[in-house]
C-alpha cells in the first residue's frame, strides 16, 4: 500500500472512530475530527504531513 492511501486511511479510521466515540461518549471527540480534517486540508496546500514523515521513517525511506 502507498504512502498516500496509508495516509487516508490512517484519517478515515481516525475520523470514524472519533464520530463513534462523540456518538456514545462525548461530544469533546468532535474536536479530534476537527483536527483530524485540519491536517488533511493544510496538507493538500503545503504537501506537509506528520503522519506521511512518521510513516517513511518506519518503512526505512528518506522523509
Known amino acids: 500500500m502507498s504512502i498516500n492511501n496509508q495516509v487516508?486511511?490512517?484519517?478515515?479510521?481516525?475520523?470514524?472512530?472519533?464520530l463513534v466515540l462523540a456518538h456514545?461518549?462525548?461530544q469533546n471527540?468532535?474536536?479530534?475530527?476537527?483536527?483530524v480534517g485540519a491536517n488533511l486540508l493544510q496538507s493538500a496546500f503545503t504537501?506537509?504531513?506528520p503522519l506521511e514523515i512518521?510513516?517513511?521513517k518506519i518503512e526505512g525511506k528518506e522523509a
Not at 487516508?8 to 472519533?18: K, Q
Not at 471527540?29 to 483536527?35: A, D, E, R
Request: charged share 10%.
Open 8 to 18: 487516508r486511511a490512517f484519517a478515515g479510521t481516525f475520523i470514524l472512530i472519533s
Open 24 to 26: 456514545y461518549h462525548s
Open 29 to 35: 471527540w468532535l474536536w479530534f475530527t476537527t483536527f
Open 47 to 49: 504537501k506537509f504531513c
Open 54 to 56: 512518521f510513516l517513511k
